[in-house]
């Protein structure tokens, strides 16, 4: 029981993490239904920038608001240098775009900051303190503090903010906000903006677990993959609950059942996506897709 | 006589094209065939993907694990079951397509973007998977193959043609590639010119407009799904031959991207499109490689780190600028140039013929 409850305590932790990446997807799929297969590898060089940030001699609470800002405006940039003369093109179009920015980050994280798994510092403390039996470390803690700040920060700017208004009405209506005078093209490299500075956060909080190198966030994009379809593409609530879901999951199968440990615990999010784009298309808080000839 | 008078251009075009590739071994190395017979096995994967990307308008992000299928099944057969190689090429091709037309059912109810995550999840677990079954797959240390040795006939010919020595196993691999990829090309033009190629691009460009019409959607996009799997697999397959060595890291994400760019670059919705993303797919981190090492501008450890960093660069960057500047392509590049030489030297008023529609990749 106390082991028990101990993974799911972890599988929390890294949830929250999953949960951070899935809730940028889920921005970008809400302002312009397109799933960002670069948004791991952005996050992954944002990481790379604290990394070096720090190594510089930067205090770790300064160099993380710095670097979700500077991911902040980077997001815009690239919306609208590489996104925007492609914003209407046809999804597949999109999808490769994006896997095009995937493939030129990655290798650009390569060039300047090389393959060599780096050890990325944590402001947390590995010792454990006793939560209902269960030894549950500072790290795993830490990791569950920050990314639900974030998570609430977002909400609240989406849901209580005239910005977030305007962002999700140029989601929902695009033409009905540009007669209302919302900017709509800005709001999309707005969202993009978030999703890039939400996404850094995940990778800040992953890299001491997993050590920072270019390849880092392949795995963890799918987890998001799988948390994002689960909680239903299209709602940041949902994303968040897929997370947790499927950071609990993947560790309790990982520790329980038996075969699957290590690499194959991806196949564990991989069967998730599946079942849920089979069972349950819209998966748990989506709405109902309609088709439109 | 007439009649080879009469051949539209494009076939004059594709002769030669025969004649160059037929010929190739004769100019090159040894090695240096057996790095075109790649060359081919990377052109028949793409043209697998460009029937099911460029003309039934799904995606896939897992023709590498496709390729895995194919050449896992032609490495095991040979190795451990003394099969006839030859044997397992069409072996290999049916298992994969087989397993691609049972993907491709789930992947029905999928939109496009939902299909491209599946299946991008699909290549990154490959190479674990691969790795479990050890005993049948030897896990991470691989299966290695002796090298195929040309059959008496073909070495004769080839030393009876070429008035050299014999062919080696490196030249009868290349021709083995060549036969094959121009036969499944040859089947590709025919598909997309008629019925089932008509059928598909209809529901690429309007999937309900193609429903109305009495096109079997269902069994179209599973079909496609299928094809092109068998395509991924036969390469596989004779990548296993031609490389000698499978093992799970042969087949990482990046190849299933790479594969992607390749049919991207050479032109989506094209039959010569694959050829060029092949030769591009293969020479690119060849020749970027090669090129930074004899600068000797470039101090050493900026060429070390391109080595490994230029491809994926390279690769994105061209990615992003094809899809903005030119979605159709090399292809579709010299089409629209030769369009506009013809209407250049014709005058204006003529009616520009061979192009492609302006955006023929609608979903």
Redesign the interface.
Known sequence: MQEFLQQVLSGIASGGIYASLALALVLIYNAM???N?AQGEMAMFATFLAFTLIGRGMDYWIALPLTIAIAFVGGIVIQRV?IR??ER?????L???T?????????????FF??LPRLFPSPFSVQTIDIFGAAASWQDLGVIAVSGVVLVLVFLMLQRTTVGLAMRAAAHNPEASRLLGIRVSWMLALGWGLASAVGAVSGIMVAPILYLEPNMM??VI?YA??AA?LGGIESPLGAVIGGLIVGVTVNLAGTYLP?VGG??Q??V??AI??AV??IR?NGLLGRR?MRR? | MRFVGRAPRRYWLIALGVIVFAGLPTQVTSFQSLEWAEVLIFAIVIMGLNLLVGYSGQISLGHGAFMAVGAYTTAILVHRYHVDYLLTIPIAGLLTGLVGFFLGIPALRLSPLYLALATFALAVITPSLIKRPENLTQGTQGILLAPQQPPDWASSLFAGVTGGPAMTSDQWLYYLCFIVAAALFWVAWNIVRRRPGRALMAIRDGEVAAAASGVNVAGYKTLAFGLSAFYAGVAGALYALATGFVSPDTFPVSLSFQLLVGAVIGGLGSIAGPLFGGIFTFWLPIISSQFVQTQDWIPDQVASVFKNAGPAVTYGALLILIMIFAPNGLVGLILSAYARLRSRLRGVGERTTGQLPPDPQTI
């Open positions: 239904g397109l799933v297969f590489v003369p492609v093109a046809p999804v597949l179009t999808v490769i775009v896997l095009g920015l995937a493939t030129l980050i990655n290798g650009l994280a390569g060039f090389g393959y392949q795995t799918i993959f799988a379809v075969g690499d194959l991806l196949a999010a991989f996506i599946i784009l089979v298309p897709a000839a």
